[in-house]
């Protein structure tokens, strides 16, 4: 059975850092390429970044990018994303999904999140 | 950026009701859409991608259609399972942009 389960989430406060985990099992991780994706209160999905099978391919939301990294380690079946620079606007559940192949571009299975709180 | 515009933000219907949910992109993405359903406090679940291209175990009364600009998300009888939120996602391009979601709630 795949599996993806984040973890790092936590209240942080503007200007802080955070470090988000995603654990994968039940398939090859390393076959996968892998996506960050949040969703702030009440309202909709919003992709954050993508990572190749590899990670030598990396795209990010202009919304985050120059403050986020996104990395993985197929050693160890984890994709992390290391947040920098918070805002309040970075609030949001934290997904990690992954592509079912060949660059499809959508999810076919995602986590169940975790929560981010940028706030003084 | 592509932009996703879906219609309308709330449905409301029945039991054994057809509901349609539209999704327009800003410019051609081919069939580059899906669809996923979520529940409160839950992740997205994929149901259909490819524009029509229904995901294993996703039940056949979901139907997706469309190509282009235009996309049309069709539940042929509402099921009590299926009241939950809609979200429609372009991948023509990296980045993915999502639609902002239509709320699906028993009238």
């Known amino acids: 059975e795949v599996q993806l389960v984040e973890s790092g989430g936590g209240l942080v406060q503007p200007g802080g850092s955070l470090r988000l985990s995603c654990g994968a099992s039940?398939?090859?991780?390393?076959?996968?390429?892998m996506n960050w994706a949040r969703q702030a209160p009440g309202k909709g999905l919003e992709w954050v970044s993508y990572?190749?099978?590899?990670?030598?391919?990396?795209y990010y939301a202009d919304s985050v990018r120059g403050r986020f990294t996104i990395s993985r380690d197929n050693a160890k079946n984890s994709l992390y994303l290391q947040m920098n620079s918070l805002r309040a606007e970075d609030t949001a559940v934290y997904y990690c999904?992954?592509?079912?192949?060949?660059?499809?571009?959508?999810?076919?299975?995602w986590g169940q999140g975790t929560p981010v709180t940028v706030s003084s | 950026d592509i932009q996703m515009t879906q219609s309308p933000s709330t449905l409301s219907a029945s039991v054994g009701d057809r509901v349609t949910i539209t999704c327009r992109a800003s410019?051609?993405?081919?069939?580059?859409l899906a669809w996923y359903q979520q529940k409160p406090g839950k992740a997205p679940n994929l149901l259909i991608y490819?524009?029509?291209t229904l995901e294993s175990g996703v039940p056949s009364r979901f139907t997706g259609t469309g190509s282009g600009t235009e996309f049309t998300l069709t539940i042929s009888s509402l099921q009590p399972d299926d009241f939950a939120t809609y979200h429609c996602?372009?991948?023509?391009?990296?980045?993915?942009?999502f639609g902002q979601g239509t709320k699906v709630e028993i009238k």
């Open positions: 999904a992954r592509d079912p192949g060949g660059n499809s571009g959508f999810a076919d299975y």
């Open positions: 039940g398939f090859t991780f390393g076959r996968y390429e």
């Open positions: 990572i190749s099978s590899s990670g030598t391919i990396i």
């Open positions: 410019q051609s993405i081919s069939n580059r």
């Open positions: 490819q524009a029509s």
């Open positions: 996602q372009q991948y023509n391009s990296y980045s993915w942009t």
